[in-house]
């Protein structure tokens, strides 16, 4: 069954501190990444997406994540984080062979402290 | 971005009564929509996805005749808890697409409590 697997349940870090959330999937073929975020009390937003091209994807506020192919991976990464940074993340996928429904990782609880 | 704007954000009813929720995108024309659950501290749980015009699908596991779900119009859908009970209070999400593998964009929420 196709599914999205988010390594990290919670995080925590300090401010200026690097991130790292590992983002793996399982779909055959051609599939578009997405990561979301969800600031507490707030509604999702995209952070970044990936479709083709260059699989160094560069999003809003600092974020960037790399498509590995042959990892069925799609890391979020941020080189110093900020304590407004402190939100939910979701990887999500979607594909043809999905029929394009999109898939949600079971989310990131991230906490930065000040 | 695109705004999807969901409505009521809040609701409490009692168990047995039906509740409807609506999703609307204000901006654009959104081919098709989707309707998510969440579970406190869990993912979304896609539930179904609707095309304007046509039945919805649903995804398994998930009652069609507990949760109605209609897509009128390019901007409306609606989703209606039948008969609720405790069980159903959740928070209900729904986004919005134009475009076939493009991302969606997504409405705050309707947070259910069925008493």
């Known amino acids: 069954a196709q599914s999205v697997s988010q390594h990290n349940h919670h995080v925590i870090l300090s401010e200026a501190a690097s991130l790292e959330l590992g983002c793996n999937y399982s779909y055959g073929g051609t599939v578009n990444l997405f990561w979301y975020v969800q600031y507490p009390g707030q509604h999702l937003q995209l952070l970044l997406k990936y479709f083709s091209g260059d699989p160094l994807v560069k999003g809003i506020k600092g974020f960037e994540a790399e498509f590995i192919k042959s990892k069925f991976s799609f890391n979020l990464r941020k080189p110093s984080v900020q304590w407004s940074d402190t939100a939910e993340y979701f990887c999500a996928v979607n594909a043809r062979t999905g029929g394009f429904k999109t898939i949600f990782g079971a989310g990131t609880r991230l906490f930065v402290k000040a | 971005g695109a705004v999807v704007s969901q409505h009521p954000s809040r609701v409490i009813c009692k168990s047995g009564t039906s509740v409807k929720i609506e999703c609307r995108s204000l901006?654009?024309?959104?081919?098709?929509m989707f309707w998510y659950r969440q579970f406190p501290k869990q993912s979304l749980m896609l539930m179904a996805t609707?095309?304007?015009?046509?039945?919805?699908?649903?995804e398994q596991g998930v009652e069609k005749d507990k949760f109605l779900i209609n897509h009128a119009s390019l901007t409306l859908s609606t989703l209606t808890v039948t008969s609720a009970h405790p069980e159903d209070s959740s928070f209900y999400i729904c986004?919005?697409?134009?475009?076939?593998?493009?991302?969606?964009?997504f409405g705050q929420g309707t947070r259910l409590t069925v008493v």
């Open positions: 901006d654009f024309q959104a081919t098709t």
């Open positions: 609707s095309n304007e015009g046509s039945k919805a699908t649903y």
């Open positions: 986004s919005a697409r134009v475009v076939e593998g493009a991302e969606a964009f």
